[in-house]
């Protein structure tokens, strides 16, 4: 089919209406800010050619609205945020054995863990509390381990990792890391012109492994400038100074929400450019969520492709930290091709290697409780 056709009511289809029609957000939902209106408004274009194209997408869209229409569902999720928020010793305990047992699904299904280079190197950007660094020197047992983490006093996990002089953790917060990104003079009127760090990995220093699953914290004390953009400084931060580091044909892993969110597809396009990659969403613990992981092997990350991508990283985060909101947004579409362009060179591979995402989440959704009114799983820690 030509692509102009499937284009041509998308202008009517922007907005509000598509993403709520995908179940991707409430109705009534407004945009918190210029870049966020940005991602909704390419995020259509690409939920639209979903629908259209791709039954696995109907069916997931149309169990995801359900779940926004049924109060069960609200009541649900604030559990479990409400439990993901008590970052006491039992909470860190289960997270920690169940985050080994996601390690160890993702490496059943697509090798990512393996390091081929004896004596090899990992780096994981956020450890706490260390399932997945638990996971990587329990498959590479010569290898050694730097990581980084946010302090608990900040609101992160300690580290439950038995002691080990095989390993070395950090805990610092990775959005702060601002010699690493490339800033070494902060405006002395900036609210945190005292937080910033020097640099803590040697420019040189590259990893066979490094893992990228960080996720922003709602326990976190920040100032207020970084609410509405903290998603972004942690990812680009994360995927800047990883891929910076990564030895060429290493291996990254990546945490990701949403394969259809115009953010993620922007970064899963360029990833293609210099990896191999694969997506696998774990069999617990993601299944009714948005979330899933990237698995990006053979990383050429001293290509041209993947130099330009660190340096827009690096840029994005210095925008959303430093820049205004329309400076962010400006700087989000700065060198990307449109949605439709995307669409027109990635979207097969896009439809491709996103079908077992949608069909796992979809598939657990049609068990969840807050979907239909029968209980027929137990709900997801």
Not at 189 to 208: A, K
Not at 266 to 275: D, E, G, V, W, Y
């Amino acid at each position: 089919m030509d692509l102009s056709a499937q284009f041509q009511s998308q202008d009517e289809a922007l907005g509000n209406s598509v993403l709520t029609r995908a179940g991707l957000q409430p109705a009534g939902h407004v945009a918190s800010c210029v870049a966020d209106q940005e991602i909704q408004d390419n995020t259509s274009i690409i939920v639209t050619y979903l629908l259209e194209q791709v039954e696995e997408y109907r069916t997931l869209a149309n169990l995801r609205r359900q779940g926004w229409e049924n109060p069960a569902g609200d009541k649900f999720f604030r559990k479990q945020r409400r439990n993901a928020d008590k970052a006491d010793a039992h909470t860190s305990r289960h997270h920690f054995k169940l985050m080994q047992r996601i390690g160890n699904g993702v490496h059943k299904v697509t090798s990512g863990f393996a390091i081929s280079r004896f004596a090899g190197t990992v780096l994981d950007m956020c450890a706490a509390p260390g399932g997945f660094l638990a996971t990587a020197l329990k498959l590479n047992p010569d290898a050694t381990a730097t990581g980084f983490s946010l302090p608990p006093s900040e609101g992160g996990y300690s580290i439950l990792l038995n002691e080990d002089d095989r390993y070395c953790v950090k805990f610092l917060d990775v959005t702060m890391l601002a010699e690493d990104l490339g800033v070494t003079s902060i405006p002395s009127e900036h609210p945190d012109v005292r937080s910033f760090l020097p640099r803590q990995i040697e420019e040189t220093r590259l990893f066979d492994l490094v893992l990228c699953d960080g996720q922003v914290l709602r326990t976190q004390n920040r100032a207020p400038y970084r609410e509405t953009r903290e998603p972004a400084r942690l990812k680009n931060a994360q995927l800047a100074l990883g891929l910076e580091h990564t030895r060429p044909g290493g291996t990254m892993i990546v945490l990701f929400h949403n394969v259809e969110a115009w953010d993620t597809v922007c970064f899963l396009h360029t990833f293609n450019k210099f990896s191999f990659i694969q997506l696998h969403k774990p069999c617990e613990g993601h299944t009714t969520r948005s979330s899933f992981y990237m698995v990006a092997t053979k990383v050429q990350s001293q290509n041209h492709e993947a130099v330009l991508a660190i340096k827009k990283w690096k840029d994005l985060w210095k925008t959303a930290t430093f820049g205004t909101d329309g400076e962010f947004a400006e700087s989000l579409r700065k060198g990307e091709p449109t949605a439709k362009e995307i669409l027109g060179e990635f979207g097969l591979e896009l439809v491709r290697m996103g079908r077992g995402v949608w069909s796992t989440q979809a598939d657990a959704l049609a068990r969840a409780p807050y979907i239909f009114s029968q209980p027929a799983c137990t709900p997801e820690s």
